[in-house]
């Protein structure tokens, strides 16, 4: 069973652009979640989508958003890059939610380092 | 708010050592708790979790933990640690009945194991 694929693995971006990152949950998952890591923070939680829709949101500004497709995949899209938008981006899916069996299961995540 | 506290940034131990990482929450409500690892080089993954019923939950690779309401505390424990423990590990908590898909971490502990 082929596990959280997240694309791509590592980019480089420059104050001002924005960034798309994709997430492939595993097969039979409904619900994926965004997490944001950097060393100061830790992880720190973006939002969630569950069926195509947002089901809870992190405080994060509006500039990071996302949505989900009807085959689950989802994407987070970062606007208007800034230094402190540098960190690895993490993907975790679940067949319902954490709520309900427990247990995220994470991608490798996408680490974004913004010049 | 919900928060997450990890005392230790870092613990070194020899191989064979004991292990007990402290995990403090604050939240008056029913919670479930988790401790999740990633070892280098490697996607984050659960160790163990707390959902209800007995307070002493063991998980994978010989790690316990024990959830005590009254100190709103969640340790992980390990009688003998080995090498391959080396890893950091996060203390995370998700209000029952709330967001579904939201986890709070803790900061993380890194664990090195030397042999």
């Known amino acids: 069973k082929a596990g959280v694929t997240q694309t791509p693995r590592y980019l480089i971006k420059t104050r001002g652009q924005q960034v798309t990152l994709s997430c492939s949950p595993i097969s039979g998952h409904r619900s994926v979640s965004w997490y944001q890591q950097t060393p100061g923070q830790g992880l720190q939680f973006l939002f969630e989508y569950f069926s195509e829709t947002q089901r809870n949101k992190g405080n994060f500004p509006g500039r990071f958003s996302g949505r989900q497709f009807s085959n689950s995949r989802s994407e987070m899209n970062v606007s208007t890059l800034e230094l402190g938008d540098s960190a690895l981006y993490l993907c975790?899916?679940?067949?319902?939610?954490?709520?309900?069996?427990?247990?995220?299961?994470f991608g490798e995540g996408s680490r974004l380092t913004v010049l | 708010a919900q928060s997450v506290s990890q005392h230790n940034h870092h613990v070194i131990l020899s191989e064979a050592a004991s292990l007990e990482l402290g995990c403090n929450y604050s939240?008056?409500?029913?919670?479930?708790l988790f401790w999740y690892v990633q070892y280098p080089g490697q996607h984050l993954q659960l160790l163990l979790k707390y959902f209800s019923g007995d307070p002493l939950v063991k998980g994978i690779k010989g790690f316990e933990a024990e959830f005590i309401k009254s100190k709103f505390s969640f340790n992980l424990r390990k009688p003998s640690v080995q090498w391959s423990d080396t890893a950091e590990y996060f203390c995370a908590v998700n209000d029952y009945g709330g967001s579904q898909g939201n986890l709070i971490f803790g900061k993380g502990t890194k664990l090195s194991v030397k042999p």
């Open positions: 975790a899916s679940s067949p319902l939610g954490v709520s309900n069996t427990g247990e995220l299961f």
């Open positions: 939240y008056g409500g029913t919670v479930n």
